[in-house]
């Protein structure tokens, strides 16, 4: 971390600079006040062409103005670090308005509408990712297994290896499910449909992309982490960040969705969607593939700190499969299928979380014992 921080003075001309990170967000505090960082794939170096039109179109059609990035000393916008480019935009006098998740849906909403009108260009080819979601949960799910396979030729595990041989059949089964819920919901029906109320997403929708500052003005940040697809991904991610932060608090998942409503109403099928993805173990695979990208001495560093997050949000994320459903059914009269697989055993078992499909299994199951934050 002092070395990156070196580099922000040195590229920046900061004379000292503090890294911080609070609710997700990536802060650099400086001699020239605050700063927000945002990364992305050196891949994305490119993406400038697909960020500059949307940007047109943004400010064209609605009163949310992107924040421009920061330039460094050799008058690139970026700053590479490994396969990490750093960017940075200048902080702001935030605030934070009444009705908050409120307003900050019904931004994300504008922000969507503002985007239908973008046109295509096959340079936007790379950044396209609608229609493809269940192709690219399978292929974070053969990632996990193939990591298990390199592992197994190994002649001893750390302590955070154990732990993913321990929660593979889990999180195979809640990913498969999803997969498969997702796909018997219509996605692919209906994408096309979809994507007409909105062509750009900021992929993992969270704190620090819609900002209020004092004076009334909205903006958005982290434009380099836009792609192609549909709105509904923002919204998922978007609910996902507010439990993440919260916990299951029923009355903030509703308000943020009342306020994304009053822009634009949602297809009945898109709350399906949104169950898939908050089904779907995108944070606990997404760390399997990061290790699976590391070497031997990085993975000798990795500790509790990995395991605990992941633990937590499975924990919650089951809450949340359970009064989902019923939320929606009760707020907006939408019905949407359930899933039974996952179930606990008596209070007095607090170590055991089983798997169960007795449609198929005959109400077998397979237990998972120790580990009561599956």
């Known amino acids: 971390m002092e070395e990156l921080l070196g580099r922000f003075c040195e590229e920046y001309s900061f004379v000292d600079a503090e890294w911080k990170e609070e609710n997700g967000r990536k802060l650099l505090y400086t001699d020239r006040g605050l700063h927000y960082i945002h990364t992305c794939p050196t891949s994305y170096r490119a993406k400038g062409f697909l960020v500059e039109k949307a940007m047109d179109v943004i400010h064209k059609n609605c009163d949310l103005k992107v924040l421009p990035i920061c330039k460094a000393n050799d008058d690139n916008y970026h700053m590479k670090d490994g396969e990490v480019l750093y960017y940075l935009q200048e902080g702001m006098r935030e605030t934070t308005w009444e009705r908050h998740y409120f307003n900050l849906g019904r931004s994300l909403a504008e922000f969507h509408q503002a985007t239908r009108t973008l046109s295509w260009d096959k340079l936007y080819l790379p950044y396209r990712s609608i229609g493809t979601w269940p192709e690219m949960w399978e292929k974070k799910c053969k990632t996990y297994e193939s990591l298990l396979d390199s592992l197994e030729k190994s002649k001893a595990f750390n302590p955070f290896e154990v732990y993913l041989f321990t929660m593979f059949t889990y999180i195979q089964v809640s990913s498969s499910t999803a997969i498969d819920y997702l796909k018997g919901s219509g996605y692919k029906r209906l994408t096309n449909a979809i994507s007409k109320q909105g062509k750009i997403a900021f992929q993992n929708f969270q704190d620090g992309h819609i900002l209020f500052h004092e004076s009334g003005k909205r903006y958005i940040a982290g434009q380099y982490s836009w792609v192609l697809d549909m709105r509904t991904r923002d919204i998922g991610q978007g609910i996902k960040w507010i439990v993440r932060k919260n916990g299951w608090q029923e009355d903030k998942v509703i308000e943020f969705l009342v306020g994304y409503q009053c822009i634009a109403q949602l297809y009945p099928e898109e709350y399906s969607f949104i169950f898939a993805m908050l ?96």
Not at 311 to 337: K, W
Request: aromatic share 12%; hydrophobic share 30%; glycine share 6%.
């Open 279 to 374: 089904l779907y173990p995108s944070r606990f695979l997404k760390t399997v593939e990061i290790y699976s990208l590391m070497g031997d001495e990085e993975r000798a560093l990795v500790g509790e700190d990995w395991q605990t997050p992941l633990d937590e949000e499975l924990a919650t994320m089951e809450q949340v499969l359970g009064q989902y459903p019923e939320a929606i059914r009760q707020y907006f009269g939408v019905e949407i299928p359930e899933i039974h697989w996952l179930w606990r055993l008596p209070e007095d078992d607090n170590k055991t979380i089983c798997i169960c499909d007795t449609e198929s299994s005959g109400g077998s199951y397979e237990s998972f014992s120790d580990y009561s934050d599956c």
